[in-house]
């Protein structure tokens, strides 16, 4: 299991976003409409929308996480372009740029449906990710834990941890550490143990 692991906060996070948001602005470029990567697009491709001042919110999903650090072997597109793209400047947004493959399948999608141009926007990029987002704020190997998906994740590590035979309160430790409310890891912990005993 992959040890390293960043919790920023809310926060952090919009401020990452304003960052972005100037960014883009002094690209010049000026998107037709914002398409947030289901789910874990949604909240930044929602704040860009405000901070660009543009309401023009779009959806597509990719699946590709299972678990952890753990991917199947390739993304799936499980929910075409929620809008009509064609001959339109589109922002991308997503959370991250991991391995890049779920966001090359949206870039292709995309152009598929007639885009005119495609750039995307993540908080995040990882240095192995296939794809380099046109606007990112950060770059790091570590695990992000974003605050819309904490409970998910401390799910995935319990499971993660019984697989592998690890200790749960040490890597709940780790959680701790790099951010995560230790209330908060105690409330979901407490929660997912009730549910798997029900």
Known sequence: M???FEAPTWNQIY????????????????????VGVSRGGW??????????GNPNLANVKAEF???VAETKGEPALTQPVSTTVSGKRVLVVDEIADTGESLKLVKAHLFERGAAEVK???????????????YYQKKTSNWVIFPWETKETIHKVVKKCREEGKSVEKEMEKLVKAGIAAELVGKF????LEEENC
């Not at 909240?43 to 660009?52: F, G, I, N, Q, T």
């Not at 995307?120 to 046109?134: G, L, V």
Request: positive net charge; charged residues 25%.
């Open 43 to 52: 909240p930044p491709a929602r704040v860009l929308s405000d901070l660009l």
């Open 15 to 34: 401020k990452m976003l304003l960052n972005l948001a100037e960014k883009i602005r002094k690209n010049g470029f000026k998107p037709d409409v914002i």
């Open 65 to 67: 996480y299972l678990g």
């Open 189 to 192: 912990l407490k929660e997912i």
């Open 120 to 134: 995307i926007a993540t908080i995040y990029y990882k240095p192995w990710s296939i794809i380099t987002p046109d």
């Open 2 to 4: 992959r040890s390293e």
